[in-house]
């Protein structure tokens, strides 16, 4: 069974450009997560979708951060303008099957200059 | 804030001890999670403990669960250098709903020298 896909693995841009990260979750999940993991802290919850509605967005940075997941499968998380506070991991995450077990892709490292 | 917190935030030990991981919350749940990542790497689940549970054992790890004062260690017996690795708990919150959205503490960097 092949996992959740991310890309890109790493990302370097400056402050104020844009970024776009994309996850391809287990199939059949219903459920996809964006998590943003900051060094040396735990990830911390952006955005919940079920199947291609919002189920949580309270901790997304909305006049920057925006998520979608049109068809229900892959999703696409952006930022627009980067700051440097930024720089994290973003992994996406999803579940399926009523376990309540996350499964995590790799991460996108991005570094904001 | 975070949900949970784990103690200690370091731990290191020898090949072959016990590594004991401690997690505190502060609200009503539905289940406990620990995860592992190592570095560079995504979360991988190892176990999922429902809050009418008290113990759970998965090979070489045993969860505990005290919901009276919310909290859950994670021991791994008979450690390995291998098991060097950060350690995180993750609460999924009792919110009278079936989706699971878990919050996560700062984990514990667990070293096991050979």
């Known amino acids: 069974e092949a996992g959740v896909a991310q890309s890109p693995r790493y990302k370097i841009i400056e402050k104020r450009q844009s970024v776009a990260f994309w996850c391809n979750p287990i199939?059949?999940?219903?459920?996809l997560y964006w998590y943003q993991q900051i060094l040396g802290q735990g990830p911390k919850l952006l955005i919940q979708?079920?199947?291609?509605?919002?189920?949580?967005d309270s901790q997304l940075p909305k006049d920057r951060f925006s998520a979608e997941r049109l068809k229900g499968v892959d999703s696409t998380l952006k930022i627009q303008p980067a700051k440097l506070e930024d720089s994290a991991v973003y992994l996406c995450?999803?579940?399926?099957?009523?376990?309540?077990?996350?499964?995590f892709g790799e991460g996108s490292r991005l570094t904001v200059l | 804030s975070q949900q949970g917190e784990e103690d200690p935030q370091a731990l290191s030990i020898q090949e072959g001890e016990n590594a004991t991981m401690n997690c505190s919350y502060k609200t009503s749940i539905n289940n406990l999670q620990w995860y592992r990542q190592n570095s560079g790497r995504g979360l991988v689940h190892l176990i999922l403990?429902?809050?009418?549970?008290r113990e759970k054992h998965s090979g070489r790890l045993r969860v505990t669960l005290d919901t009276s004062k919310k909290s859950s260690s994670l021991l791994i017996t008979a450690s390995r250098a291998a098991d060097t690795a950060s350690y995180f708990c993750?609460?999924?919150?009792?919110?009278?709903?079936?989706?699971?959205?878990?919050?996560f503490g700062r984990g514990t960097q667990l070293t096991v020298w050979p």
């Open positions: 403990i429902r809050s009418n549970e």
């Open positions: 199939s059949g999940h219903a459920t």
């Open positions: 979708f079920q199947n291609n509605g919002v189920v949580d």
């Open positions: 995450a999803s579940s399926g099957g009523g376990t309540g077990e996350l499964f």
């Open positions: 993750a609460t999924d919150l009792d919110r009278g709903s079936t989706l699971g959205r878990l919050y």
